[in-house]
């Protein structure tokens, strides 16, 4: 029954996230994460020699204590849940599975950057483009807007939605966790610049290894969406083949090179990040120039492709029941 009742709740977790979304204002775990993420690494770091080695050192403590939180404190909760009622771990794990996910979050996120586009307002893309992607907005024309909406859902596709399903499939909501645990980190101090060099390197390599997986699932799943939507699914095919790996991350150039490719579209290329120009290779072949429609398309492929991997999911943990003898 636990196992059936976990299942229910990954499932009513996605449907609550494409229903409900995260409202500003609401409490969420992650906010939680980097509290605990920025308070251990003000402490750390006014203990430790300013060397590499310490500094690495420092890092994997980190990474191993926020880990550690991160599960142990939902699977607490699960468990007290559980010997309680059935039916009250069946609401808690669906809320839990709900916070992990980011769906609708995403897509109305990049949403609202079109529809200010729609109205001519690139001032205010620019400002709204800039609360989902790192990179600096300032100056950027609408074909750059555009293309740093499309990037940002494309990308996330794998750490919002599908790479958090994956390892909820694998170890219910506390897998979910220790996935947004990783991600997180990585997020806040897995950067290659003199702060963090040294320090992030164990949560960078360690996001690097736990999207490894997902991220090509994604990629695939993604595929199969564009093709159910009619979109150019040959020619994403072929840039992703082509394109997947030519980005300095492992993992970020897959999905990217799939929404290249599907919308006919080049993504990528050079940024400025804190006044700084990062050279980058560009994804897909510039057929056509992007449209505000291209945000929403690569919106519908999000939704589709998170409801293929939910479905993926479900054979998944049917089949492991089957062999587990649970039904």
């Not at 994997?60 to 939902?74: D, E, G, K, M, N």
């Not at 839990?96 to 200010?116: F, G, N, P």
């Not at 586009?117 to 800039?130: C, H, K, P, Q, V």
């Not at 940002?152 to 794998?158: F, I, K, L, R, S």
């Amino acid at each position: 029954m636990f196992y059936i009742f976990t299942t229910a709740a990954i499932v009513i977790g996605v449907l609550l996230d494409f229903i409900i979304g995260d409202p500003e204002g609401w409490w969420h775990p992650v906010r939680f994460m980097g509290a605990i993420i920025k308070e251990i690494e003000a402490k750390l770091r006014s203990r430790i020699a300013n060397n590499p080695h310490e500094k690495r050192r420092a890092g994997l403590l980190l990474w191993v204590i926020v880990s550690a939180v991160s599960v142990i404190i939902p699977g607490a909760i699960l468990f007290a849940s559980w010997q309680i009622s059935q039916h009250l771990y069946l609401v808690v794990a669906s809320v839990m599975c709900y916070q992990i996910m980011a769906t609708k979050c995403l897509r109305d996120e990049s949403m609202k950057v079109k529809e200010v586009l729609d109205e001519g307002d690139i001032y205010t893309a620019r400002i709204r483009l800039s609360r989902i992607v790192g990179r600096d907005t300032e100056k950027l024309d609408e074909e750059h807007v555009i293309r740093g909406a499309v990037e940002t859902v494309a990308e996330n596709t794998c750490d919002g939605a599908v790479a958090p399903l994956f390892y909820m499939a694998l170890m219910g909501p506390v897998g979910g966790f220790f996935y947004k645990a990783i991600n997180t980190m990585d997020s806040m101090i897995g950067y290659r610049n003199d702060i963090y060099e040294d320090f992030g390197r164990f949560a960078a390599r360690a996001d690097d290894v736990a999207n490894f997986i997902p991220a090509r699932l994604a990629a695939r799943l993604m595929m199969l969406a564009a093709r159910i939507l009619k979109m150019d699914y040959a020619r994403a095919a072929m840039v992703y083949e082509r394109d997947r790996s030519s980005s300095d991350s492992p993992n970020s150039g897959h999905c990217e090179s799939v929404v290249a490719g599907a919308l006919r579209i080049q993504l990528l290329g050079d940024a400025y990040y804190g006044g700084k120009l990062f050279k980058k290779p560009a994804l897909g072949d510039r057929l056509r120039d992007p449209e505000p429609e291209d945000i929403e398309k690569t919106g519908d492929l999000l939704y589709l492709t998170v409801i293929l991997a939910v479905v993926v999911t479900l054979v998944w943990r049917m089949v492991c029941a089957l062999l587990m003898g649970l039904i």
